[in-house]
Every structure is written in structure tokens, then in C-alpha cells.
């Protein structure tokens, strides 16, 4: 199989605009899904030859820059336009890890409820997340950096201590503006949010921890 079937090259003009929905983007020109360009069998020989890898539920171009519209972008088919990735997914998508969670946890971005089937590698909350609270990323929606730095912090495991340890390394403003909104906000868990956020000041944030 050629690599040219999966290069990078596009025509001229034909930019990503990742934060307009429904448009020509990454995700329709880099991202490939079982059974929609291709099949699940063309897609697992490609990726035997070298010419594509996976990323997240999707597959790129081996010589594809991966960016957070792309990560975000792989996320279409369980996003689709109601749901939005948070806490470690989310974390994921801003580059805080090289790989996804092993159970992405998404929430209802959209005033309508949504019937989500349970899935046993999703984690979905229906608590519709406020629409300043999230940015559209490779056509699907994410939580901000701030919004996903206060999930983070919320919730008291290893894991998600070091997603936001890093995410506020990466981000600094976000941690400042994820402190205010708690500090305004009532949400469960608040303190210990609190408490853990001022303690990642940028000159004693380690992120190896």
C-alpha cells in the first residue's frame, strides 16, 4: 500500500479550520475510521506498513504532526455534536499525556438530554457543561483548559493529580483562572479542589511527581 495514499500533502488552499463545525477540516482530511474511507482490514494493513498510526479511536498519517485538533478530531464518532470530552480525556486532547485514558469520560454539551448507552470504556456524565466552558477542537467539543484543570483537580487519585499537574505546567493562566472560578463557584469538592490548584504555584510545580 503506498504511502502517498496517506500523505500529508493537501491541495492549495485547503487549510484546517478546527474551531468551525461541519466544514472541511484535520479531522475529515488526516483522520481515517474503520469502515468510512476505508475498511477495518485496509486500515490494519496500512498501519502493518507503516503508513498510518493510531490515535485515539481513529488513524493518521505516520508522518502526521500530532495536534490537539487531531486528537480531539479522533474522538467524532463517540463526541458526535451533543457530547463533550472532559476531566482525562479532555487532558489528553490539551497533550498532557502521549496516550488516551484507558475510559474516556464525556458529558453533555447540548441543553436537550441525550440517551447515552452504557459503554464500559466511557465514562459519561449528564450534567450539561455551560458553552463558555468549552472550545471546539478538530469539529467536536472540549472542555477549556481552566474548566478541565477544575475537573481534574475535583478528583482525588493519582492519575488525575498528574494530568493536572501537568496541564497547569503547560498552562499557567489556566490554573489562575480555574482558581477564580472555584473560588466564585459552588461545586462539590470545592476545597480540596482549592487547596491542591494554589499548591501548583509555577515555581514548584513538578510534573515528574
Do not use: N
Not at 449528564?126 to 484543570?149: E, F, K, M, W
Request: hydrophobic share 45%; proline share 5%.
Amino acid at each position: 500500500m503506498s504511502c502517498g495514499r496517506f500523505s500529508t500533502a493537501t491541495p492549495d488552499g485547503s487549510a484546517a479550520e478546527d474551531r468551525v463545525r461541519h466544514t472541511a477540516s484535520m479531522r475529515s482530511v488526516f483522520l481515517y475510521f474503520v469502515d468510512d474511507r476505508l475498511s477495518r482490514a485496509e486500515l490494519s494493513a496500512a498501519r502493518l506498513d507503516g503508513d498510518i498510526v493510531e490515535l485515539g479511536d481513529a488513524y493518521i498519517p505516520a508522518d502526521a504532526v500530532e495536534t490537539a485538533a487531531l486528537r480531539a478530531g479522533s474522538l467524532a464518532r463517540l463526541l458526535g455534536d451533543s457530547l463533550a470530552a472532559t476531566h482525562l480525556s479532555a487532558a489528553w486532547i490539551h497533550g498532557t499525556s502521549p496516550f488516551p485514558p484507558a475510559r474516556h469520560t464525556v458529558q453533555r454539551a447540548v441543553p436537550r438530554r441525550v440517551h447515552m448507552a452504557p459503554e464500559r470504556q466511557v465514562v459519561y456524565r449528564d450534567l450539561a457543561v455551560a458553552q463558555s466552558d468549552l472550545l471546539i477542537l478538530g469539529g467536536v467539543r472540549v472542555t477549556s483548559h481552566a474548566r478541565t484543570l477544575m475537573d481534574l483537580a475535583r478528583v482525588p487519585d493519582a492519575e488525575h493529580e498528574l494530568a493536572a499537574r501537568r496541564l497547569a505546567a503547560a498552562s499557567p493562566e489556566a490554573r489562575d483562572a480555574a482558581i477564580e472560578r472555584l473560588e466564585r463557584g459552588a461545586l462539590p469538592h470545592k476545597r480540596r479542589a482549592l487547596s491542591f490548584l494554589r499548591g501548583l504555584a509555577p515555581d514548584q510545580l513538578d510534573v515528574t511527581r
